[in-house]
């Protein structure tokens, strides 16, 4: 992977224009692939995750001048700032929902190729050579284009960590001293602030980066007054933002956090390793292994590292694995693909760490292995379009739509409640907590009878789903996601549902929580 330029005979300036030449192809693809909605006219309702929709009805209210709420009855924080921020914006300026297509198609592209860039970048300045950059950015790119289609906070989050990791390899421009020194570390404190806020547990991976310069000398030595002022000055937005919460919310964290983390002990669960080992495909396990490759290496190539690119490697490569043990000792819930996207940064980082192996760069950075690579990648590029899914939810959801129509007042419903709550007028009491507040978190914490807090929050209809078929009464659990060692909401059903339909094997059933009883007048008994 070294330098193409000091291969046995190659022409100065050979590759010059690989980035340009190997980006203007993925820009292509992807502007094709990301476009592909507006082509077939598909409905918004079949784009990314049903979680997607949560923030989108959040937005929705907040552009609307009605508030941070879900429902319009509870004041929530259970988003990821920055995304939902950026919602807002586009809701505002779309003015409706429909046009929102658009706008993801654009988030796409915008992500996919900052994500190429980005990569390209980070490798060439750890000194890969000009293709194997190119080709080794574009499949990161493809890599992470798979996750951005499910319209989630990750977007934002993705291209922020790389462009953080290019803020750390270019560090010499902001470890000066005086004003400039100040500014500009002001600007990293306010690219840190954007990481964090774009997803809150990326806290965990800046902290691995400040790890990184706190374990060598020559690079803590650097960090004077001057940056540590700065980029305290950059972290103020973060810092109002907890501030908010704890002002307005009564929480630190948002409450889909706080929700998350409900263990009825503590100890570690297997629903992390379990959704990470047993649901991810074949491929997608394989793209681990080059960061696992390179953590392992990480001690054998320290020395012939780079000061800066030893806090990239170490930094990225340990967050995914940090990350997915915290995850499994705070939360019993699965994880959803998009979790998974500490691995795209992590992946660049991993090249860029081998790189430093003599054997690994003569080897990859061999023209037969870059053009079997490049075209590998270009087949990946030309396989890929844009999932639909969510029929299944669409249908339900639609067939709530007509129930509720003649059936006004306020409905419950956990899983799979993102689409319904945009095809709803009524408002919905999301009932695994994440789109509530902290009162309702601690309901289910104290593990209330499931009914009794419906009927705190006034539901009239609960919405319930089976992924199975069940004999005799209905058996609520809510959270319905969330494994045996966390506490749960529950409630029995024995009641006939009001409505029920089956859609693609799963069942969605309606309950009157207080039905109208006739009043018929009493019949005199004969004399």
């Known amino acids: 992977m070294a330098d193409e330029r000091s291969g046995p005979g190659a022409r100065p300036g050979s590759g010059r224009w690989a980035a340009a030449g190997v980006g203007l192809v993925v820009a292509g693809f992807t502007a094709w692939i990301a476009s592909g909605p507006s082509r077939h006219n598909t409905n918004l309702a079949f784009l990314g995750q ?51 297509r658009g706008f993801l198609e654009v988030a796409v592209f915008a992500a996919t ?172 396990l394989l793209n681990m292994l080059p960061v696992v490759a390179a953590l ?43 979790y998974y996207y500490a691995f795209r940064p992590a992946l660049c980082a991993a090249v860029l760490v081998l790189a430093y192996s003599q054997r690994v760069r003569r080897v990859a950075g061999s023209r037969p292995v870059l053009a079997v690579a490049g075209l590998c990648v270009f087949v990946l590029l030309a396989r890929s379009s844009w999932p639909i899914g969510n029929s299944s939810l669409y249908d339900a959801g639609l067939e709530l739509r007509r129930f509720a129509a003649t059936h006004p ?5 956990g899983d799979r409640g993102g689409i319904v709550s945009q095809l709803l007028d009524e408002p919905i009491v999301q009932t695994e907590g994440l789109m509530m507040d902290k009162a309702f978190v601690e309901t289910i914490a104290q593990q209330m009878p499931l009914r009794l807090v419906l009927a705190q929050y006034g539901v009239r209809y609960y919405v319930g789903t089976a992924m199975t078929p069940f004999l005799g009464c209905f058996e609520a659990v809510e ?24 859609n693609y094997g799963v069942k969605t059933m309606v309950f009157d929580l207080r039905p109208e009883k006739a009043a018929t007048p009493a019949t005199p008994a004969p004399r």
């Open 50 to 100: 049903d979680d997607f929709f949560y923030y989108l009805k959040v937005a929705q209210n907040l552009a609307a001048g009605h508030g941070s709420t879900f429902n319009g009855r509870v004041k929530t924080n259970g988003y990821h700032p920055l995304w939902e921020m950026t919602l807002v914006a586009a809701v505002w300026l779309t003015g409706h929902a429909g046009s929102l």
């Open 479 to 502: 959270p319905s996601q969330a494994g045996p060692h966390a506490p749960h909401l529950r409630g029995e059903f024995c009641e006939p549902p009001v409505a029920e339909w089956e």
């Open 113 to 284: 190729m900052a994500t190429y860039w980005l990569s390209a970048s980070i490798l060439r300045r750890g000194g890969v050579g000009r293709w194997s950059a190119a080709v080794v950015a574009a499949y990161v790119a493809v890599y992470a284009m798979h996750i951005y289609f499910y319209s989630m906070e990750v977007t934002l989050a993705v291209p922020l960590m790389l462009a953080l990791l290019v803020v750390v390899q270019s560090a010499e421009a902001w470890l000066v001293a005086g004003w400039k020194g100040y500014a500009r570390a002001a600007g990293v404190g306010l690219l840190i602030s954007a990481v964090v806020l774009s997803r809150l547990d990326t806290v965990i991976f800046v902290a691995l980066l400040s790890v990184g310069f706190a374990v060598q000398p020559e690079l803590r030595r650097r960090i004077g007054s001057v940056q540590v002022a700065g980029i305290a000055c950059g972290l103020l937005p973060l810092l109002g933002y907890l501030a908010l919460n704890r002002v307005v919310f009564g929480l630190w964290e948002p409450v889909s956090a706080m929700a998350k983390r409900l263990k009825l002990e503590p100890g570690f669960t297997s629903q992390a390793v379990g959704s990470l080992l047993l649901h991810k495909s074949p491929l997608a």
């Open 409 to 413: 007042g306020v409905y419950a419903m």
């Open 296 to 338: 392992l290496a990480l001690p054998w190539l320290w020395r012939r590292m780079r000061p800066l690119d030893r806090v990239v490697g170490l930094g990225a490569l340990a967050f995914p694995f940090v990350y997915l043990t915290a995850l499994s000792w705070l939360s019993d819930w699965p994880l959803w693909d998009w």
